[in-house]
């Protein structure tokens, strides 16, 4: 099991940008693949971005050209910088951690308002 911190939400508005972070506890961070998601009001749970243990990385059409995934492992670190903000990435950004094809290791999330 590894522990993971997510900070770095806040509001901002359209067209701006924000870095999410996503620290986790433990010394075997580089053994997980790391993943983003976010959960707007009403909707449900959306992946956003994933990056593998050696660090290639995809992201979700809606966010590609927009949004990069990256990690440093000798940070424990996953980040997420987001650019060119719109109201609808709007959300509540989860951290996730997966040792093999499952992501069941959550953190607890860092709210994002985009305003118009």
């Known amino acids: 099991q590894v522990q993971l911190v997510e900070s770095g939400g806040g509001v901002v508005q359209a067209g701006g940008s924000l870095r999410l972070s996503c620290t986790a506890s433990g010394r075997t961070f580089s053994s997980y693949a790391m993943a983003w998601f976010r959960q707007a009001p009403g909707k449900e749970r959306e992946f956003v971005a994933a990056i593998s243990r050696s660090g290639g990385s995809t992201h979700a059409n809606s966010v590609k050209g927009r949004f990069t995934i990256s990690r440093d492992n000798a940070k424990n670190t996953v980040y997420l910088q987001m650019n060119s903000l719109k109201p609808e990435d709007t959300a509540v950004y989860y951290c996730?951690?997966?040792?093999?094809?499952?992501?069941?290791?959550w953190g607890q999330g860092t709210q994002v308002t985009v305003s118009s």
């Open positions: 996730a951690a997966a040792l093999t094809s499952t992501y069941n290791n």
